[in-house]
């Protein structure tokens, strides 16, 4: 076990050093010692799963990027992102297909269909990297085709679809691990919903973005981007579709303060301001968010376990209705976070059976979870024997070999 703890402690030093920011700092910030935190640097300590996934954070690397290492015996068995998805997004690769444009009615069903899967489909990688290139090329050939005079309806139509697939892009390329594609579909969602005049799709596009930008270790700048959309919802008709949005953008400034380990605002944020918006719209789609008090309650989960609260977390768990959620991915992440609380609690069988159940239900998702993958790895080695054999099993089956 030695090698392993140098790696990791060098390149949480390398990624340190690179970014000018003292132990000290990266220590407070990750409510550790200044002490652990060198002894992780020197190889003399390996960091458990939550502590790793916070230094990660605030370092502002992919929790992967500091496990590179083990790259060679943790790769899922197929690529994160589909090569013909990437190939199409970048205009590099001709798509099979007629040289006129798709009928604009018929695109929009191809797009809520898209949308389905993504939300529904256990495989939903396999699901998408099978329809999203010709997808995404038939969609902008059509852009290019209504910029003729006298077609102004028909571009409108057209820029809704292609501001929901690229907002579905931005689902699938940030889950693959690929920010970069992430920003690129982010900024087409946004620019496509502006010259739309849609103010609801635009306030979606400032959800995908604030999302981005957590996940890129931007927490600030994602707040300022969902402010940025509730002001935009300001001039809009109060709808329940606004409202939902507004309360999606503000779930987005809740995970922000989380992230920056501001657990007491981002709490309060959520119960003052997010949760009546809830409790006005109810549960709601609007722009594939699934905001309403079920997702209130899903982030209020989150806070508390980042913040260690891991009780309260399982309290608030344990109040949670998840199956009338029509996302996937919600389910993944109301599930994942109930695993890292009974983890963080070394309740390995619970954590087992929770990881068991994500696998029947998000192969795909939980291949893709560097937290669930490295929960994997770690329950190997401390689960009881009686346990192993399942604990192996699960880990061989995500591609985690120990």
């Not at 003292?22 to 652990?36: F, M, N, P």
């Not at 820029?159 to 920010?179: H, I, K, N, V």
């Not at 995908?208 to 959309?229: C, F, K, S, T």
Request: aromatic content about 4%; some cysteine; hydrophobic content about 45%.
């Amino acid at each position: 076990m030695g090698a392993p703890k140098l790696i990791i402690g060098r390149r949480v030093r390398e990624v340190r050093e690179r970014s000018g920011r003292t132990q000290a700092a990266i220590a407070g910030l990750c409510a550790i010692t200044v002490d652990y935190l060198s002894q992780i640097e020197r190889g003399l300590k390996t960091p458990s799963v939550d502590v790793l996934w916070a230094i990660s954070r605030e370092l502002g690397v992919p929790l992967t990027h500091l496990l590179e290492q083990e790259d060679n015996r943790q790769a899922p068995t197929e690529p994160l992102i589909a090569p013909g998805v990437a190939a199409a997004l970048l205009g590099y690769q001709a798509v099979l297909g007629d040289d006129a444009p798709v009928d604009a009615v018929r695109l929009r069903e191809r797009v809520e269909s898209a949308w389905a899967s993504w939300q529904s489909e256990p495989a939903r990688f396999t699901a998408a990297a099978k329809v999203l290139p010709q997808l995404i090329v038939d969609v902008e050939q059509a852009l290019r085709a209504s910029r003729a005079p006298g077609e102004a309806a028909l571009r409108r139509d057209v820029l809704r679809c292609a501001a929901d697939l690229y907002g579905l892009l931005r689902s699938y390329c940030r889950r693959a691990g690929r920010t970069d594609l992430s920003l690129m579909v982010a900024d087409r969602a946004l620019r496509a919903a502006e010259d739309a005049a849609d103010p609801i799709r635009t306030a979606t596009a400032h959800w995908n973005l604030g999302h981005i930008l957590i996940g890129d270790g931007q927490p600030e700048a994602a707040g300022e981007v969902a402010r940025q959309g509730v002001a935009r919802l300001g001039h809009v008709p109060a709808t329940r579709d606004s409202v939902a949005m507004k309360g999606a953008l503000e779930l987005v400034a809740v995970v922000a303060l989380g992230r920056r380990r501001r657990h007491h605002q981002a709490r309060e944020h959520l119960l003052s301001v997010a949760g009546p918006l809830a409790d006005q719209a109810g549960e709601t789609n609007a722009g594939r968010t699934v905001f309403g008090p079920t997702n209130v309650g899903l982030h209020l989960l989150s806070i508390e376990m980042e913040a260690g609260e891991t009780g309260e977390a399982l309290r608030v768990a344990d109040q949670l209705i998840m199956d009338h959620v029509p996302s996937l991915e919600r389910r993944f992440t109301f599930d994942l976070d109930v695993a890292r609380c009974h983890f963080q609690r070394r309740e390995d069988a619970a954590v087992l059976l929770r990881l068991i159940d994500l696998e029947a239900e998000a192969p795909q998702d939980l291949a893709r979870s560097p937290v669930a993958r490295e929960m994997a790895r770690e329950l190997v080695s401390r689960v009881r024997p009686t346990l192993r054999r399942q604990a192996t099993g699960l880990a061989d089956r995500i591609g985690v070999v120990c």
